[in-house]
């Protein structure tokens, strides 16, 4: 057992509150300011190097952020073949979804709506995932996600794919956590295609929680509006772990008009994380899920 003089003084704690839950790093803070709309800190772990959290809750780290972002994307995209793709990323300030999605040629346009432009150039300066703002194909708009939601729907803008890379339902992203935003997303998906969620899962004695409804309230889970309105009538998962996320169960949900299985995919990619038998592995859901989410 450590001695006392040797227990580091550096904790820094993510609490849970709605499950009595925390998880603890020992880092270093390197930046810490409050943006218009939240606050954005940079931590250094001997381990996961640099850490990015907001109002105090982990997003992004160097060691696992990929882990995430390969999962979120390559699913969705190499697992029904398209000519071209036309895709809209809600949030992903860090730069790690517009990475991924960049790496596939048949993708033509991707519009990314990030509400806070300090979160972009932060994660520039200090975690390098290095999603590529300079690429033809991508257009970055810094505002709210509901109102350019709304302004799409009212345009009759569509996408292939739509990519909620979300914070919590705290601060700056309480505004797309509402059957409003839910309506509006479903109308601004093609007919085949689909619209990516995900959120970390506990698993209680008696049931399993969202992420989403213990920092926010029931009404804000995206997942429970899209099974109970059924504005997307299909609504399946996949699962993946990521491991500096709360309890590192993360579910990933694909609402679709379609219901398309995508579960295999059409080609080959490797990256750090992401492989094709992954994929397939991933729809291989326990039959706590089952009984718990509804799939």
């Known amino acids: 057992m450590a001695k006392i003089s040797e227990i580091s003084k550096t904790w820094w704690h993510e609490e849970t509150e709605g499950v009595a839950f925390t998880h603890a790093l020992d880092m270093k803070l390197l930046h810490s300011e409050q943006s218009p709309f939240q606050k954005i800190e940079i931590f250094d772990h001997e381990v996961f190097g640099r850490v990015l959290t907001l ?4 997003q992004a780290s160097e060691a696992d952020e990929f882990m995430y972002h390969e999962m979120a994307v390559h699913v969705p995209l190499l697992g029904r073949k398209r000519e071209a793709a036309e895709i809209l990323i809600v949030g ?13 040629d048949f993708v033509t346009r991707v519009v990314m709506v990030e509400i806070d432009e300090r979160v972009v150039q932060v994660s520039k300066d200090f975690l390098g995932i290095h999603g590529d703002y300079d690429d033809p194909r ?3 708009i810094i505002g709210d996600a509901a109102d350019y939601m709304r302004e799409a729907r009212a345009g009759k803008d569509a996408f292939d794919l739509i990519i909620l890379d979300l914070s919590e339902p705290v601060g700056p992203s309480a505004s797309v956590f509402t059957r409003d935003f839910c309506e509006n997303f479903s109308a601004c998906i093609k ?3 689909v619209v990516l969620d995900s959120d970390s899962i506990f698993v209680g004695k008696n049931r399993a929680y969202f992420l989403q409804e213990l920092c926010g309230s029931k009404d ?3 997942v429970s509006i899209m099974q109970s309105d059924r504005l997307l009538p299909h609504v399946t998962g996949y699962r ?4 500096l996320y709360p309890a590192a169960e993360f579910g990933f949900f694909l609402y ?3 219901g398309h299985d995508y579960s295999d995919p059409f080609a080959e ?4 994380h992401y492989n094709a038998d992954l994929h397939k592995a991933s729809f291989a859901l326990p039959t706590w899920w089952k009984a718990n989410l509804g799939f």
């Open 138 to 140: 991508v257009e970055l």
């Open 240 to 243: 993946s772990i990521v491991q």
């Open 220 to 222: 804000q889970n995206l």
């Open 256 to 258: 679709s008009h379609d």
């Open 191 to 193: 007919p085949d295609g």
């Open 269 to 272: 990619l490797t990256g750090r």
């Open 92 to 104: 992903g300030g860090d730069g790690g979804i517009l990475r991924e999605v960049l790496r596939h």
């Open 55 to 58: 109002d105090d809750l982990v």
